[in-house]
């Protein structure tokens, strides 16, 4: 059963990087599609960056792309997030999410498609 940890999550200037990381303490994501979402207070949980299972297909929100970069290292059963250029708009907390073991293809921001999340890490920019 995989169960998911963030970790990365800073208080960054504005301009600044942050590298997320997202491990599976148990089970593999190597067979799920995954993604990170992002919930500032008052706001609806947005998706911010998928990845296919095989990493061939990845998908981004108009808001970050060109600074964010999702990636995936299934050897290690981490996923990522490199974020670079960061506003003050970027601040919320960060989520990791894992889709069904063998299941969808290709990206999607849908939550409902990811059934494991993470606790959240908090990325502040100011």
């Keep these: ?18 590298r997320l990381s997202c491990v599976s303490s148990e ?9 990170w979402f992002r919930q500032a207070p008052g706001t609806k949980r947005e998706g911010v960056a998928a990845i296919s ?6 998908a981004y929100a108009d808001s970050v792309k060109g600074r964010f970069t999702i990636s995936r290292d299934n050897t290690d059963n ?7 250029n960061l506003k003050s708009e970027d601040t919320a907390t ?7 073991s063998w299941s969808g293809v290709g990206t999607t921001f849908d939550p409902g498609a990811y059934p494991v999340w993470g606790q959240g890490t908090q990325v502040t920019v100011s």
């Design 1 to 18: 059963h995989v169960q998911l940890v963030e970790s990365g999550g800073d208080l960054v200037q504005p301009g600044g990087s942050l």
């Design 94 to 100: 960060y989520y990791c999410a894992a889709g069904r």
């Design 78 to 84: 981490t996923l990522y997030l490199n974020m670079m």
């Design 27 to 35: 089970g593999t994501i190597s067979n799920r599609r995954m993604a």
């Design 53 to 58: 299972r095989l990493s061939s297909t990845t």
